[in-house]
């Protein structure tokens, strides 16, 4: 039987990706290595959102095509967003035998089956239907906890400095039925947590015989099938989130009052820029609302720093807008210029390096305190938290998390505990990152 081994980069989706490509491959007769060495087929699952998430993967390509030279029988393949957007110039540097696109992974088996030498194979077709909704992935988390479900692809929005849409193509929900059995299947197995997975999952929407499901509809039906099988989701659009999701969240315990709602810039110039069809205004009416519901709803972001044009002004308003929600956590980047992207072909990236760094490391000195100071305000209260497995530190102590994604860490008082139960934790103390807890 030959071994399939696959490294993933870039988002949960990707994550979710490879595990729908173990299932087709399985399918298709092909067993899982986690040993680099071991795999008759090498694959990267790449990521192309930024410039330096792709050189990395590059030296990955180098170190495989090592491999290869070692190993002439291997296969060496690069599927996902790098595939479909580099297309076949990826072939030229006779590196890899497969370039594979996001939405050609049920071709795999027979592009696999047609690769020989100075024969490449190549399929990166973007489709309008493919949903993967009959394919139930093969998971590959450690713990039996969390299962990533993906509810639907690509993305409709034409945010001017990302590259998603080129690489994922059109926005497609999947049928509703399909994710709810889905997440009744994990739950059968063991699991006690599902997130669902989309690039806008507020844009969801199925037109099925008895009437439309939108997002808010699916979260209530998946958050129905068990009280104790936590539903989280990501991403979040501040322009599409809606009342009606707000207020599902709120109606239902088990739906983890964690929001990630990527901001990108505080200043409305660089939104309007960006294309994000919101402005700061709005955004902060979305999230007084949101606490309006769930007054400890945690609220995460993402930040892009020297997008095309930030003045000074600009980068204040990035960080007064900070300030002013208070964000508990955050992904904090240099803007990168992609290729074929609005802005690329509009704006000149024109924000140089050092201003680019020293305003993205303001941004991320403030989130620092931010956070911590986040984490304080939760010292003294108690937790429900869902145990994910050892604490990485010390084997006495046991981590997991809140309902609001916060990961604590606390003395398991000498019962192992196992993964995939709920305990009660009271704060003693934090850092940044992490709440130390104790069992109550
Ligand atoms: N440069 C820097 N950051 C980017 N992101 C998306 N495109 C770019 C880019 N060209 C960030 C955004 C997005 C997150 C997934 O990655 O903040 O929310
Ligand atoms: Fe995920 Fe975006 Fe990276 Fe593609 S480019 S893997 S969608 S983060």
Redesign the pocket.
């Known amino acids: 039987m030959k071994k399939i081994y696959i490294e993933t980069y870039g988002?949960q989706m990707n994550v979710n990706d490879t595990e729908v490509i173990f299932a087709i491959l399985a399918e298709a007769g092909y067993a899982r290595t986690e040993v680099m060495q071991e795999g008759d087929v090498i694959l990267a699952n790449t990521c192309s959102?930024?410039d330096n998430a792709e050189q990395r993967i590059w030296g990955r390509i180098e170190v495989f095509a090592a491999e290869k030279r070692r190993r002439p029988g291997v296969v060496v393949g690069i599927v996902g967003c790098m595939a479909e957007r580099l297309k076949d110039s990826l072939l030229d540097s006779h590196k890899v035998d497969l370039v594979a696109g996001p939405d050609a992974y049920r071709s795999l088996p027979r592009l696999l089956q047609d690769i020989a030498p100075d024969r490449p194979q190549i399929n990166v077709l973007l489709s309008h239907e493919e949903t993967y909704a009959d394919i139930r992935p093969v998971r590959i988390d450690k713990n039996g906890v969390s299962a990533f479900i993906s509810i639907m692809r690509g993305c409709n929005n034409v945010?001017s400095?990302?590259?998603?849409p080129y690489t994922r193509g059109a926005e497609r929900s999947r049928d509703p039925q399909t994710i709810v059995d889905e997440a009744r299947d994990v739950y059968a197995k063991g699991y006690k947590e599902v997130t669902l997975l989309g690039q806008n999952v507020d844009s969801y929407f199925w037109k099925a015989a008895d009437g439309p499901v939108d997002f808010a509809e699916l979260l209530a039906r998946v958050a129905a099938i068990a009280p104790d099988l936590r539903v989280r989701f990501s991403?979040s659009h501040p322009k599409d989130i809606s009342d009606a999701v707000i207020e599902t969240m709120g109606r239902y315990d088990n739906i983890c009052k964690g929001i990630h709602l990527?901001v990108?810039s505080g200043s409305d110039r660089m939104l309007e820029k960006m294309r994000r069809r919101y402005t700061r205004a709005w955004y902060l009416d979305r999230v007084r609302k949101i606490r309006s519901v769930m007054p400890d709803c945690v609220i995460t972001t993402?930040?892009?720093a020297g997008f095309c044009s930030e003045t000074e002004d600009d980068h204040r308003d990035t960080l007064s807008l900070m300030r002013e929600v208070g964000y508990d956590a955050a992904?904090m980047?240099?803007?990168?210029?992609?290729p074929g992207?609005l802005?690329a072909r509009n704006y000149p990236d024109d924000v140089p390096p050092e201003v680019k760094n020293r305003r993205l490391t303001e941004i991320i000195e403030l989130q620092n305190t931010l956070s911590l100071e986040s984490n304080r305000r939760d010292i003294g209260r108690s937790f429900e938290v869902l145990v994910e497995g050892p604490s990485k530190r010390n084997p006495d102590e046991a981590c997991g998390r809140t309902s609001g994604g916060k990961m604590c860490v606390f003395p398991t008082g000498g019962t192992p505990l196992k993964p995939g139960e709920y305990v009660s934790v009271r704060v003693l103390d934090c850092t940044q990152a992490t709440l130390l807890c104790e069992r109550v």
């Not at 400095?161 to 998603?164: N, S």
């Not at 980047?333 to 992609?338: D, G, L, N, T, V």
């Open positions: 988002c959102i930024r945010c400095y990302c590259v998603v991403t990527p990108q993402d930040v892009i992904f980047f240099a803007y990168s210029e992609r992207t802005a």
